[in-house]
């Protein structure tokens, strides 16, 4: 804790104000990371989609030439 | 005492005007962070659900069109006899071999893919639906399956390792 003399000379402002930006970077960091994980889980999910119906796409070509 | 009296008043009440301000702006902060920090980690969470999901659902593609490709009839094979013994379908010639069935069931919780006594479990699918891929003349060619896993539909035509010779006209 800071003691009253340090506070006139503005030191409680200067740390607060590093506190805070430290805790804003922090938690934007985190918000980041979470839609980063976000966007890379509906890469993973497009992609399956897309090689399962690559999948059935050539089941179909397979059916459709042993007629 | 006099002395210390005399001093000025504003080096208390700063620090604690400052504290109160220093509160108020942590709790204004927090308030306005909450939002963003609810909404990452609830999109954490949805995006865990996706991608296992698809995870599950990429394990029981490769199961389901690896057991496919093994049952192999015949050239000389009129068809391939299908059979539907309750939650389950069941394919002969696995492995070219006309007893051997291939088997996909399903108990509820989990879907079986293999063989009858040795079949490779995955769980976590909801709406499972068991067919078969047929052709336009109604011959059995493959597993057709859909399921849900992970908040999304999922559908998997799997073609067996090889057909049955097509009737011609004038075969019996």
Known sequence: MRTSRRTDSGWIEADAAVALVIIALAAAGAAESGFAAARAARDLVARTQNLIALGNDHARVLVEAAE | MRESSSKPRNDSGATFAHTLVALAVLVAMSAASYPLASSAIAALGKAADSAFGASRALVADASIRALAARVRAPFWAASIEPANPGDAIEAPWLDGEMEKPAVIAWDGEALRIGEAEAAF????????????????????LGFALAFETGGRAWRVEAPFGSFPRPRTEGTP
């Open chain 2, 121 to 140: 479990r995955v769980g976590g699918l909801e709406h499972v639906e068991l067919a078969w891929l047929e052709d336009g003349r109604g011959r059995v």
